[in-house]
């Protein structure tokens, strides 16, 4: 007998006829002798619903009492599950994080989790109840209600797999698995069987949706075996480990196209020290993720550019601050493009493989397309470019690296529906 925790998202729960067959999903591995706890997002569009219903009262909720509001989501979604069980005769019980003990810090709507205690759904198994989680959702210490950030029905799933020791923590979704690109992008895109924690982080934050960054972050230090899944077929998912034998080295896995970042060029700045600090402090203290930096070689006149990249949606809000620093120390005028994108290859075999780079600038020098930034990892290289050649990129370099017919593990991303609960 195992335990598995089987999470399902917003699609996944969607309608009433879809909590139907999720629930038939549950009763199926219970059959086959294992146990269970579903770990559920709330139903799809719902947390965006609640987001405006904010947004509609003030351009700026209270965080405390944004929390509250979006926890309800999940709630809904585990009622709506545990009834649906035990009217098909499952002894069946919903949990809200509080109750399963996920305790987190105060930063309400992107908290951390602290420490699970997850006692009360130890005890529910042990006397042989069928418990369904609310994903998202936690308290601090003060017993407030406190979210994990979009996508944070991923991070519960995880972190209750790690902390009930269960098997495996699968994550159903409207996907089948992980792509060596997004299929809406390259027709030819294939799932990748089994993927390493490192490849899958850096797929998740480069803008492939489906596991929450995070969640990959949590799984990998703890060692929790995650499997994305189709909630609508079986079959085959992918599945997310500890780099092994039989997972190729190959050079690249997959390409992902990232269009939310937006290019802030702070245009001639004196040369001298502490420059770069005062424009990207100013980011820093407003917690503003900057991504690509780039400081050009000053020419004449001992001046020189910044580039960075920054959230499309912290844009307007880091535009304010930079504008303020350009005045402050000088500099003759902030430019700002919005419609870049991040195209990326990622791999774990890049460590060993040398070129990957220069063949990925040749690969887009010869569609004509000019590259605008540029940065590496061990196992990542990232060109921003203009938005209108993001998929013209992607699928010259997905067919340029083999990705369509190569053997054993492949590419990577694939949509999945992590924002969109
Ligand atoms: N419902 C939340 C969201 O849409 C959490 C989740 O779906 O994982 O972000
Ligand atoms: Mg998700």
Redesign the pocket.
């Known amino acids: 007998m195992a335990l598995f925790i089987q999470k399902f998202?917003g699609t996944s729960v969607g309608s009433i006829e879809r909590i139907h067959r999720i629930a038939e999903r549950i009763e199926h591995t219970c059959r086959d002798g294992h146990q269970v706890v579903a770990v559920l997002?709330a139903m799809s569009g719902e947390t965006d619903r609640l987001l405006r219903l904010a947004h509609a009262v003030t351009p700026h909720p209270d965080d405390r009492e944004l929390a509250v509001l979006l926890s309800s989501g999940e709630r809904v979604a585990i009622a709506l599950l545990a009834m649906t069980l035990r009217s098909r005769g499952v002894n069946a019980r919903s949990f809200t994080g509080r109750q399963v003990g996920i305790v987190t810090n105060s930063s309400h709507t992107r908290a951390r989790i602290a420490k699970i205690m997850a006692d009360p759904v130890r005890k529910a198994l042990a006397e042989g109840v069928l418990p369904i989680v609310a994903g998202f959702q936690g308290v601090n210490e003060q017993s407030e209600v406190t979210t994990l950030g979009r996508?944070g029905?991923?991070l519960t799933a995880v972190a209750l797999a790690a902390a009930l020791k269960a098997s495996r923590c699968i994550i159903f979704?409207d996907v089948d698995g992980v792509y060596t690109a997004d299929p809406n992008v390259v027709a030819s895109a294939r799932r990748i069987p089994k993927l390493s924690y490192e490849a899958m982080l850096e797929l998740a934050s480069l803008g492939a949706?489906v596991l929450?960054a995070r969640s990959v972050e949590f799984a990998a230090k703890y060692g929790v075996p995650v499997e994305v899944q189709s909630s609508f077929q079986k079959g085959e998912g992918t599945l997310v480990t500890h780099e092994d034998a039989d997972m190729e080295r190959a050079a690249v896995s997959g390409v992902t196209g990232d269009r939310n970042q937006a290019k802030i060029t702070v245009v001639g700045v004196p040369d001298q020290p502490g420059i770069a600090a005062n424009v990207l402090g100013a980011m820093a203290e407003a917690c503003i993720v900057v991504d690509m930096i780039i400081q050009n070689v000053s020419h004449q006149d001992a001046l020189t550019d910044i580039s960075f990249t920054v959230p499309r949606s912290d844009l307007a809000r880091a535009m304010a601050l930079v504008t303020r620093t350009a005045e402050v120390i000088g500099a003759k005028t902030v430019e700002v493009k919005e419609e870049i994108a991040k195209v990326s290859l990622v791999g774990v075999g890049m460590q060993s493989h040398s070129g990957v780079a220069s063949r990925m600038f040749r690969t887009l020098a010869g569609e004509a397309i000019n590259i605008m930034m540029i940065s590496t990892s061990e196992i990542k290289i990232s060109c921003v470019l203009d938005e209108r050649d993001c998929n013209k990129a992607i699928q010259a370099l997905h067919a340029e690296f083999g990705l369509d017919h190569a053997p054993g593990q492949k590419g990577m991303t694939g949509r999945?529906?992590?924002t969109t609960?």
């Open positions: 998202g997002s996508g029905s991923d979704t949706k929450q999945g529906e992590g609960s």
